[in-house]
Structure formats: C-alpha cells, structure tokens
C-alpha cells in the first residue's frame, strides 16, 4: 500500500546539524501535506513543521530560525534539515502525510505515518 520511511537520524553534539529524510513508497497518486512531529521521552508528541503541496510551511516555535522542511515531489520525499541542534531537541521524530494512493478503482486519500527516526543530541 502506502509506507512512509524516515531516515537520518542519529547522535549529534550540540550545534550541530542532521537532515532526516521522509520517502514515502507505493501506488502513490499524490503526497500532500506533510509534517514532522517529535516525542520526548515522558512528553506527548508535538509538531515541528509542516508543509503543503504548494510549498506552504509552518514551523513550532521552537523550531522557527533553526529547521527547514522542503519537499521534492518527483521524488515523494519531504526533508527537515535542523541546525543550531539542543539538548531539548532529542525525541523520536515522526514523519505524517496525507497521501492520495491507487487501490483498485479507487483513488482514496488517507493519513500515514512512519515509524520515526531516533535523534540525540548530546556531548
């Protein structure tokens, strides 16, 4: 059917860099929305940045100067490159899409998620 599969993630020091990767894969007719969310450990899962097929985005507040979310849709791929990296930013992070998809006769539209992508920031 449809999987969306995150990538990128990893241990970073403070300051640093990392640009997670979301690919979706299937009978994909359309990637639509899309957004990153983030869960800490003990914390509920909250979004980071979202982006519309148009290009629209919209950030959380604490991400707002320091990440970049982009699309390149030939290749249904939506990116989150986060700098200025902090401690607080650690949690697992979560890519969500809606994506319209072929099934048969049908052209349905439905809410995916990946199964989320480790980051770590520490020294």
């Known amino acids: 059917q449809v999987q969306l599969v995150e990538s990128g993630g990893g241990l970073v020091q403070p300051g640093g860099s990392l640009r997670l990767s979301c690919a979706a894969s299937?009978?994909?007719?359309?990637?639509?929305?899309v957004g990153w969310y983030r869960q800490a450990t003990g914390k509920e899962r909250e979004l980071v940045a979202a982006?519309?097929?148009?290009?629209?985005?919209n950030y959380a507040a604490s991400a707002k100067g320091r990440f970049t979310i982009s699309r390149e849709n030939a290749k249904n791929t939506v990116y989150l490159q986060m700098n200025s990296l902090k401690p607080e930013d650690t949690a697992v992070y979560y890519c969500?899409?809606?994506?319209?998809?072929?099934?048969?006769?049908?052209?349905?539209?439905?809410?995916?998620w990946g199964q989320g992508t480790q980051v770590t920031v520490s020294s």
């Open positions: 969500n899409a809606d994506v319209t998809f072929s099934r048969g006769y049908s052209v349905p539209t439905r809410n995916f």
């Open positions: 299937g009978s994909i007719v359309r990637l639509n929305t």
């Open positions: 982006i519309t097929t148009g290009g629209s985005t």
